[in-house]
């Protein structure tokens, strides 16, 4: 995202995209610390209910006049297991009134109501204190129940206690979530950002380039209009001078939209980087012979495959802007070198060259050199090789060639 600013229409999708991830990592997360809790509190609960339901079924073996006994403290030996649990014996009578019995003071002070169905497992408040309770029939003895207390205050202390330490866990994993969510909100936005941005920079440029050449036409076609008999031998010069800011539009154009589309073709044909290179080379060869100037190729064997259409694309405007800037006489010379990690590809000539604060200037868009003087150009060719380059995640930049000249370097990784 460092490549361009974030606007409002691009600051109003990151946060859209943001607060989905968000609400998707925190439902997810919701869900399973929720699914952890539940299950924690329940398998304790669990226990809890199995410890009580074997302290019931050793009491179920004892009879209603023997149960009793315990309950006054006479001596009946018995094996309870958990000391901490606690049982009572409720006696109904004829008019649905009961008498409670146990040993235990605490439940004798309280008298907890019998409640429940029989054989089942239920939370009860008893004098302050939770407790899961279960109720089953004395044997042999109509109308008579044992009530088990098994003491669960810990299991409540213990929901209680995950629920506190769970605030700063839970502020700790929101903060997170909202890092986390802008980080993807940023690597899914930026594709889209990206074409944005290319599009609204082409609008931006095309706008602001096309400015003079329009007054350029619109002055001319003015002028011709005022002399409407004028023969075309007079205005001649007008209308090659509209001719020509017709073709400087046009290029320019064509070479914003090569930009903006990355260097992509609708085809992609795959070659060997040496073929598509030598084979650029033989193309261009006739038009530097034709312009009286040298064109001396030194192609290395490379393996690397490539679109041959961009390579294409790139030869095309490296060449082509050697050719510009060199006079009669001139030498370009193509490389094509293996390296430890794939290819170079060298472009150097002894043309006038650039600054040195320019060597970095002359990739971006409509930049021209201090010193092209007359020469024809929109400031593109090395801003669509830039672009070329990089959709083939390779780099490019500019040296001084010595003596003189302007020196290339493109360099492309295998895989």
Known sequence: MSAFKIDKDIRRLLITYTLVNMLLLLIIFGA????YVA???KAGEKAVQN?????????KQYTLDEILKMCKGDAVSVELGNPSYMFGVYSMRGDNTYEFHSKFSFLNVNE???GGKSDTFERQSIGGYEFVTYTTPVKDSAGAYIKVFAPVDFLTESERMVKIYSIPFVIAFVVLCAVVSLLLGFIEIRPIAENYYKQKNFINDMSHEIRTPLAIIKGNLENIKQFPDSKISQVGDSIAECLGEVDYMSNMSSGLLSIVRGGNKSVKRETLLSEAVSEAVENAADLASMSNKSLIACIDNCDIAVDKEKIKQLMDVLIENSLKYTDEGDRIDVKLKNTKEGCALIISDTGIGVAKNELELIFDRFYRGENVGDKQGTGLGLAIAKTVVESMNGTIKAMHNVPKGLEIVVTLKRG
């Open 32 to 35: 399973l610390l929720g699914g």
């Open 39 to 41: 299950v924690t509190a």
């Open 51 to 59: 410890d009580a339901g074997a302290y019931a079924s050793v009491l």
């Open 112 to 114: 907890p109501k019998i």
